[in-house]
Every structure is written in structure tokens, then in C-alpha cells.
């Protein structure tokens, strides 16, 4: 296998996982017109970097250590929270993937992001030592489970009698219902695991479908997953009703993305999912019709075969 094709199991569960799963949730915040004199008691009792702050449940701002440190050294002249906070807060949806939260952490220089839910409403924190956390938990749940095992996948069409035979899976995927975002790659995980296929194209799969998965989320209004399972492959079929792509050679450049700002504001829409795609497959195949809406077709070889 190629080395790009590679796909490590920490790369497999930061799709599979969840910001709510790893995050903070009893989360300390203030308030804008919180006196600067009383923030200070806060951060050192709480021995916490910085606070988000709210108004009516709402982030409308953060306040750091380091906004503190910068106010004593002015004077330490008494002014409310609302003056030295940082407005304009970037932060993360609750049910997206570590995966997002990482690119986030990637593309910003901050210690943590809160995490909003649909309603826009202050739900968690979380940081870099989070994820890593919940990724160990994560590791050490399913050592045992998954790495002691034999895996074969073509074991299941051993008692089969025919000239090909294929298995077909099927799962629906509603556009803009980003709760439940990434829950056909992650059914469809589960279901190959059950059925003793090798974790390397599990984790290679699994990334795959989550990226066309999170495409019809983002673009279309409804689509469906189609995974059919031969013996000497796997492919996925991505069908959406939807806007279709206007250029698909830019579409596939690495960060090109045509994604409304709302939502790469919930952490999606950063212009990587066909690349990652591309990265994670053996071949793929990519049809549209401007107004209409697009087809993937993914596949990944088992056992090396090559057609």
C-alpha cells in the first residue's frame, strides 16, 4: 500500500469522535460587566487561563490570563470585563468531530475554543490536552476489542455459491442536520468491523465516508450512502440532490471551498474533504450536474488486488 494511503487509528477516531465527548462541560464563564478587580480572584481560584463571557448564554467574548496580566501592567485601573475582552470569538459545534476542533487548533494560535450547540447557546470548552484525553480513552477502550483479532474480509463469501457475489448497504443523509453528522460513516464502520474486515481499510474507509458524508450535509438537501462490498473490494457510492459542482478541478485543490461562512463558523466547509478522499481511496470518481446534484464513486481494494 502506498505510503499516503496509510491511515493511523488516531486519524480514525478524531472523525469518529466528538467535540461533546472530549470536551468541558462544566464550564466557569463571567460576564461582561463583571469589574476587571474580581476576574482576577476567579482565574486564580478556578486556576483556569481564561473565561468565556456571556449574556444570556451566549459567547460574546473571551478574557485571558495574559488580557489580565496587560491590564495590571497598565495601572490596574478598575474597568469592566467588556473593555479588555477579546470579542468576535471563534468556536466550535458541539457535534463535530475532533477532526475540526484540530484544524481550529491548526489554523488559530489559541489554548481553547468554546463549543456552541445548535442554538448558538455556551455548552462546553474545550482544549488541545482535551482531545488527547479523550483520545487515549479512545485507544485503550478498543485495544483489546479490535488488535488481538484475525482479521480477513473475504472470509464471509466463503459459503457463498455464485459467480459474484455482492453485500449492499444503504444509509440516508439529510442536508443541514449536522447533529447527526458523520453517523452513516460511523454505522457503516461498525458494521465492517462485525464483519471482520482489517482495521487499516476500516480507518481508510471510515475517513472517506465521512468526508463525502459531510458533503451532502453541507451542500445538498438529501443524499444517500451506498456501500456494496465485493471480494476483492469495497466501494462507496456518494449520491446527492443538490447545487452539483461547478468546477471540479478546483473543487478538488486542497482549501478551495464554496462553503457559506455559517458554516465554517460550526468548524465544516474547510475545502479538504475531496482531497481527503482522494488520499484515503484507491480510485475515485467524481460526476456532477450544476442544479441537479453530484455522484461519488469511492473504492478501495482489499488484500493489494488491483483491477
Not at 21 to 30: E, H, S, W, Y
Amino acid at each position: 500500500m502506498e505510503k499516503e494511503k496509510k491511515i493511523t487509528k488516531i486519524q480514525e477516531f478524531i472523525y469518529e469522535l466528538k467535540v461533546n465527548q472530549g470536551m468541558t462541560k462544566n464550564v466557569v464563564v463571567v460576564n461582561s460587566d463583571m469589574k476587571m478587580n474580581d476576574l482576577g480572584e476567579i482565574l486564580r481560584s478556578k486556576r483556569i487561563s481564561c473565561v468565556p463571557v456571556t449574556e444570556n448564554g451566549k459567547v460574546v467574548g473571551i478574557i485571558s490570563i495574559g488580557d489580565y496580566i496587560r491590564w495590571l501592567e497598565e495601572g490596574k485601573k478598575d474597568c469592566y470585563v467588556a473593555k479588555k475582552m477579546t470579542g468576535k470569538v471563534k468556536t466550535v459545534f458541539e457535534y463535530s468531530p475532533l477532526a475540526e476542533a484540530l484544524k481550529k487548533f491548526d489554523r488559530f494560535s489559541f489554548s481553547s475554543f468554546p463549543a456552541l450547540d445548535e442554538d448558538l447557546q455556551l455548552v462546553g470548552i474545550i482544549t488541545k490536552n482535551d482531545i488527547i484525553k479523550c483520545l487515549l480513552q479512545k485507544l485503550e477502550s478498543e485495544y483489546l476489542e479490535e488488535e488481538i483479532q484475525t482479521y480477513r474480509a473475504n472470509h464471509i463469501f466463503e459459503y457463498i455459491v455464485a459467480d459474484k457475489a455482492v453485500l449492499r448497504f444503504q444509509y440516508l443523509v439529510k442536508g443541514k442536520d449536522f447533529k447527526h453528522a458523520g453517523e452513516c460513516a460511523s454505522a457503516l464502520k461498525k458494521t465492517l468491523k462485525r464483519l471482520g474486515f482489517h482495521p487499516e481499510v476500516i480507518r481508510r474507509l471510515a475517513i472517506a465516508t465521512y468526508e463525502a458524508e459531510m458533503n451532502i450535509v453541507i451542500y445538498a438537501e438529501e443524499g444517500k450512502i451506498i456501500a456494496e462490498i465485493e471480494q476483492d473490494k469495497l466501494k462507496i457510492f456518494a449520491q446527492d440532490r443538490g447545487p452539483g459542482i461547478e468546477d471540479i478541478e478546483k473543487a478538488m485543490h486542497p482549501g478551495y471551498s464554496t462553503a457559506p461562512e455559517w458554516v465554517r463558523e460550526l468548524g465544516f466547509g474547510a475545502g479538504m474533504g475531496l482531497d481527503n478522499i482522494k488520499k484515503c481511496s484507491d480510485k475515485m470518481t467524481i460526476n456532477s450536474t450544476v442544479g441537479k446534484g453530484t455522484e461519488l464513486e469511492i473504492i478501495i481494494y482489499l488484500e493489494n488486488n488491483k483491477e
